[in-house]
C-alpha cells in the first residue's frame, strides 16, 4: 500500500529556556487516525501549535497535503482544538456558531445542530440568552470546540487532549465521530491527536507517535508496533535472569510480566514464557520509560 501523508515536517525546532522541540522528520499519514503520545511536557502541544499554524515562530519545514508549505493556504481546511477554550467565556453556543458561520465559509449549521445534539451539549448553552461557554463544564466546552471544527469541511483535524476531559462513554462516541470523519473522506481525510488515554482511544489509533523530550522516539502503524514488541509471561525463579532483557517488567508473587522486543525473544529461549501480543498502552509505557524524565522514590 502506498502511503501519502497529510503532514510532513522537516527539522522543526524550537527552543524555550528548559526544553527543546527537535523533530528531524514527521510524517502523518493521510486517511488515518495518528495518536501523539509522550509523558507530561514532552512537546506534544508545543508541536500540534506549529502544526495547526496556533504557533508560528519554529524553525523548519511542514508541508500540507503535499500541496503547500504555507500554513496560510493549508488552514481552511485544518479543524484545530486547543487544550485551552479559545471562545470568548461570555458568548453562548448560540453566539458561538453565528460567529463561526461568519468565520468559515464551509461552516454547515445543520450539522452543527446534529453534532450538537448528538454530543449532548448542554443546551442552555444554544437558547436565546444562553449560558455562556465559561459556565460549561470542561467535558462540554471540549464537545463544542469538537462540533464547532466538524461542522466544516476539513481535510485533517489536529486535536490537542481531545478526550481527557471527556467521560468513558464520550471518549467512545469521539472514537465513533472521528472514525466516521475518516470514513467520509474517501481516504484523504486524517486526524492526529495527541492523548494520554491511550487505551480509551486504542480502537481508533491507526499510526502512533510517541514523543519524549521534544523528540520522536518511536512511530508506526499500530499493527507493526504490536510484531516489533511483544508481552512476555513467566514464573519469578527465572526473573532475574529474563529482566536484563525486558523493557518494562514487573514482578508480584504470581509470576513477572514484561515487554521486549520481538527480535530479542531469541534470547529467552529456554525460559519457559508465556508470549502476548502488547496492547497500545503497553508498547507506549514500556517505550515512554526507556526514555522518562521521571525519577525513583522510595516511600
Ligand atoms: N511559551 C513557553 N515558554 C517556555 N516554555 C514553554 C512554553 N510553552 C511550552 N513550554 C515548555 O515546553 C515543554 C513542552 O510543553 P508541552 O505543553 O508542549 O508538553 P506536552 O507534551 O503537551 O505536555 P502535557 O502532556 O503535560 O500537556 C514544557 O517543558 C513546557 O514548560
Not at 495518536?35 to 508545543?46: D, F, P, R, W
Not at 510484531?227 to 514487573?250: C, F, P, R, T
Request: with cysteine; hydrophobic share 35%.
Amino acid at each position: 500500500m502506498e502511503i501519502k501523508y497529510a503532514i510532513e515536517g522537516h527539522n522543526i525546532n524550537k527552543k524555550y529556556k528548559n526544553f527543546e522541540l527537535k523533530v528531524d522528520e514527521l510524517k502523518v499519514p493521510e486517511g488515518f487516525a495518528t495518536a501523539l503520545i509522550g509523558e507530561n511536557g514532552a512537546g506534544k502541544s508545543t508541536l500540534l501549535n506549529f502544526l495547526s499554524g496556533v504557533r508560528r515562530d519554529a524553525k523548519g519545514e511542514i508541508n500540507y497535503f503535499n500541496e503547500t508549505t504555507n500554513i496560510e493556504d493549508a488552514k481552511e481546511k485544518i479543524g484545530y482544538t486547543g487544550t485551552d477554550n479559545y471562545f470568548i467565556p461570555t458568548w453562548s453556543g448560540r453566539e458561538v456558531k453565528e460567529i463561526s458561520k461568519l468565520l468559515f465559509d464551509d461552516f454547515d449549521e445543520k450539522k452543527f445542530d446534529d453534532i450538537a445534539n448528538a454530543l449532548a451539549i448542554d443546551s442552555d448553552t444554544f437558547t436565546i440568552k444562553g449560558k455562556s461557554v465559561s459556565k460549561l463544564s470542561d467535558g462540554n466546552k471540549v464537545k463544542l470546540m469538537l462540533a464547532t471544527v466538524l461542522a466544516r469541511n476539513t481535510r485533517t483535524l489536529i486535536l490537542d487532549e481531545p478526550a481527557s476531559p471527556l467521560d468513558p462513554l464520550m471518549r467512545e462516541k469521539l472514537s465513533d465521530i472521528l472514525r466516521s470523519y475518516l470514513a467520509g473522506g474517501d481516504g484523504k481525510r486524517s486526524v492526529l491527536f495527541s492523548t494520554h488515554n491511550i487505551s480509551d482511544m486504542e480502537s481508533v489509533t491507526d499510526y502512533a507517535i510517541i514523543m519524549e523530550k521534544g523528540k520522536i522516539v518511536e512511530e508506526g502503524f499500530v499493527e507493526d508496533l504490536k510484531e516489533k514488541y511483544i508481552v512476555v509471561k513467566g514464573d519469578n525463579d527465572s526473573y532475574e535472569k529474563v529482566k536484563g532483557h525486558l523493557l518494562n517488567a514487573h514482578a508480584n508473587q504470581f509470576g513477572y510480566e514484561g515487554i521486549c522486543l520481538s527480535k530479542d525473544l531469541d534470547k529467552l529461549a529456554g525460559f519457559d514464557i508465556i508470549k502476548e501480543i502488547p496492547t497500545l498502552f503497553q508498547i507506549s509505557v514500556a517505550v515512554m520509560k526507556q526514555n522518562s524524565v521521571l525519577g525513583n522514590v522510595v516511600l
